[in-house]
């Protein structure tokens, strides 16, 4: 009894300072230069994978927000993943509405479903949250299949979304942008404006009653924090933020089928998570690539044994950097100082 | 005489230079990206981890192939290329191994990807790309549209064809049946419902007495199987997948109804579904199959057969004959060899496509004595004969004649 209730009452995960939240205004501007130029010199190709890239650390963004800023597990973001690419998908395929327009629709649809989940969650904690929300991410691919949204959903047939067309102003411009490559600064734009909106959410008064609670559930409350709302809150923020990147990716991959919101992709987003570093925001891209990318260098090196090699390299990362790229960077970060000094 | 002879001389030697330019120019070498004088380059996808890895061997199955047709000089000294890709049966991740297929590994065409879902999503992005999409491994009818996806070609025999040869054979031998079938609620139950429905035609209505569907996540369907039986129905058709399958054949056992009964050729495994089941229980059920069972010793001295053994044994030691994704994979490889043939020098995509859709009788080692391959311009459907099989001891008998299962429009 002791033991459980012991794990349950430590803090999900070690307390990172406000400000170690987000980058250096200099370190921001370089990335965001590399985001923008690199897809200029590559082929479309590469522009998708870095589509996908973005996509994912939008969806890796709002598991941190979650577990790194409010202290609460979740192995079910795969669910509002798929809630909010099928949300896009209807929209676009049925009803004909923009497909910049669902992304806010997409978004509100899955803060609500986050918000209602939270309110039974609270009563659970820890490991008994992973495990809630582990159930929500299995029952999401077999709901999405039941014949009763058959006629909305294209039941395991899946639907197929049409992609974007750049705006005519860039054509008539005389500047010739392909779809991907539209998509991909149309991406790199929401990606923007959600990273700056949790930085911001994260300084503020809510960023703050959450981590609290984070730290310590009974203190926050004795200081006056309503723990119940901003853990609610905390999940419809995150389910928000994880159906935004749901929308875009069903427009990146221009399907939907159950069969691509499975458990195995919320176990992704976990990962991307930690080893991008719980609760450090830039830590989201790092994530992501490594989701994105290692599964393809792990298939690679080996096609039989693609799924060891990545458990491989995945556990030496995990060795040498506990706590994920937040390590590395800070320890880049040390080292430049120390430079700068001599 | 020497004028003329020497006007004569010439004469001939133009028309000879002229057959010769004209011939060089007919025989000119046409490539698109993805191939060459050397190589061709052949892109797979398949789900060598995720739950649908068993089919895997498919794709491992075509590699080996492939490496034997390269240790043999390759297609007019052109080796094969075959670069495989893994997307777990998750459609997002098809879509990106077919990008990186079609655009960073550039290949000249992709071949024989696995599962509806994948296809489905990669349709539409290769048809706009114009690159082929060959021989998909699914039934799904869907894949055969030539109109509105003419770069997509399916393979083994649509759903449907294989359902209208059930309804084919009712209508022939048990005309008054009242039929209760069981199904797959999903892409495969509904196709072979459909194509049931389409083969008896305006007798659909009064055949049949009882449509039942079951979920995929359902434990047992032993509930369903009660159900159908109180409609009195004298013929039980289970479009099942083998555990359902099995489930359903031990059920009807159990309950002492003897009707006709149909299963389809997906749950028709000897290994996984008749033998679990009980073979005395499953005798007399029938099915339709179109390539020839690697379990069953009748073969052993077919031809074909023992060219499959003969490369089982050399190239690929560790795959097991009786699996039906082995003698699946060699077909198919086949396929794609007799199309890059045709093919000859012109390897251009749009050539492979129309080559794709100009088989004529072609006959692989593994497929029943009887059933070809043909297609057209407008039959994207390259198997459609079956023939008819009974459960008899320990294994399929087949009887009557090749059926083929056309689907119109």
Redesign the interface.
């Known amino acids: 009894m002791s033991t459980v209730q012991d794990v349950s009452a430590a803090p999900a995960v070690a307390a990172v300072p406000k400000k170690a939240m987000a980058l250096g205004p200099m370190a921001s501007l370089i990335i965001l230069a590399l985001l923008i130029v690199t897809p200029l010199f590559v082929k479309n190709f590469i522009i998708f994978q870095m589509t996908m890239w973005l996509i994912y650390a939008i969806a890796v963004l709002a598991l941190n927000i979650l577990t790194g800023a409010s202290g609460q597990f979740s192995l079910g973001q795969s669910a509002f993943y798929a809630l909010g690419a099928y949300t896009s998908a209807i929209l676009m395929e049925h009803v004909g509405v923009n497909y910049a327009l669902t992304l806010p629709v997409a978004g509100l649809v899955c803060f609500i479903a986050g918000f209602l989940f939270g309110l039974p969650a609270l009563r659970l904690s820890g490991i008994y949250l992973a495990l809630a929300t582990f159930a929500l991410a299995v029952a999401m691919p077999q709901l999405l299949k039941l014949g009763v949204f058959e006629h909305w959903t294209g039941g395991v047939q899946g639907l197929v979304v049409t992609k974007p067309d750049a705006p005519e102003i860039f054509a008539s411009m005389g500047l010739k942008v392909s779809q991907d490559m539209w998509l991909y600064f149309f991406t790199l734009a929401v990606t923007i404006v959600i990273y700056l909106l949790s930085v911001n959410l994260l300084k503020s008064r809510s960023g703050r009653a959450m981590m609290a609670i984070r730290d310590n559930e009974i203190a926050a409350s004795a200081m006056g924090v309503d723990v119940s709302l901003y853990k609610t809150l905390a999940f419809g923020v995150s389910a928000g933020i994880t159906g935004v990147a749901g929308g875009l990716g069903a427009i990146a991959v221009q399907f939907v089928a159950p069969d691509g919101y499975t458990i195995q992709l919320a176990i992704a987003l976990f990962l991307g998570m930690v080893v991008g570093g719980v609760g450090w925001l830039p830590g989201s891209l790092a994530g992501a690539a490594f989701i994105v990318f290692v599964p393809n260098i792990a298939e690679h090196i080996s096609k039989g044994l693609s799924g060891a090699v990545f458990g491989v390299i995945l556990i030496i990362i995990i060795f040498l950097l506990p706590n994920g790229a937040r390590q590395l960077a800070y320890g880049a970060q040390s080292l430049i100082g120390k430079l700068r000094k001599h | 005489m020497p004028s003329f002879s020497s006007r004569a001389m010439s004469f001939t030697v133009a028309a000879a230079l002229s057959a010769a330019l004209s011939s060089t120019a007919f025989a000119q070498k046409k490539y698109d990206t993805g191939a060459s004088d050397t190589e061709i380059k052949i892109g797979n996808i398949m789900p ?3 739950p649908a890895s068993a089919y895997g061997v498919i794709g491992k199955m075509e590699e080996a192939y492939f490496k034997m047709i390269n240790d043999q000089g390759g297609i007019n000294g052109r080796k094969i290329n075959y670069i ?3 997307d ?5 991740k098809a ?2 191994q077919a ?2 297929l ?3 590994d550039e290949v000249l065409f992709i071949a024989s990807s696995l599962g ?2 994948s296809n ?2 990669i ?3 290769m048809n706009a790309k114009k690159v082929p999409q060959l021989f998909v491994a699914t039934g799904a009818t869907k894949f055969g549209d030539y109109k509105d996806f003419p770069w997509t070609m399916g393979w083994q025999p649509a759903y449907q064809s294989e359902s209208r040869i059930y309804a084919a054979y009712l209508l022939k031998e048990k005309p008054d049946a009242k039929i209760a079938i069981m199904y797959q ?3 495969f139950g509904k196709d072979m419902l459909k194509g049931l429905k389409d083969g008896l035609g305006s007798k659909a209505a009064s055949m049949i007495v009882a449509e039942e569907s079951y ?1 995929v ?1 359902e434990p047992t369907i032993e509930s369903h199987i009660v159900k159908v039986k109180a409609t009195n129905a004298d013929t039980f058709v289970s479009f099942t997948t083998p555990k359902f399958a099995a489930q359903a054949i031990k059920k009807v056992a159990e309950l002492g109804w003897k009707p006709t009964y149909i299963q389809s050729n997906v749950g028709a495994s000897v290994g996984s579904v008749m033998k679990p089941a009980g073979y005395e229980i499953a005798q007399g059920i029938l099915s339709a199959n179109y390539a020839k069972d690697g379990a069953d010793s009748s073969w052993d001295n077919d031809e074909g057969m023992k060219k499959f053994y003969a490369f089982l044994a050399k190239y690929a030691p560790g795959m097991d004959k009786n699996d039906g994704s082995v003698v699946y994979g060699y077909g198919q490889a086949q396929t794609i060899v007799q199309v890059l043939k045709q093919a000859g020098d012109n390897l251009t995509r749009a050539n492979i496509m129309k080559e794709a859709a100009n088989l004529k009788n072609f006959a692989p080692d593994t497929l029943l004595p009887g059933v070809t391959i043909s297609t057209s311009p407008t039959d994207f459907y390259p198997i459609e004969q079956l023939q008819m099989q009974r459960f008899k001891g320990e294994k399929w008998e087949l009887f009557g004649p090749i059926i083929a299962g056309k689907i119109e429009g």
């Open positions: 060598y981890s995720g495989t890709y893994d777990g049966y998750s459609p997002p879509v990106e990008r990186k079609v655009e960073s509806t879902p489905s999503a349709q539409k992005y609620n999903d892409d979920e996540s």
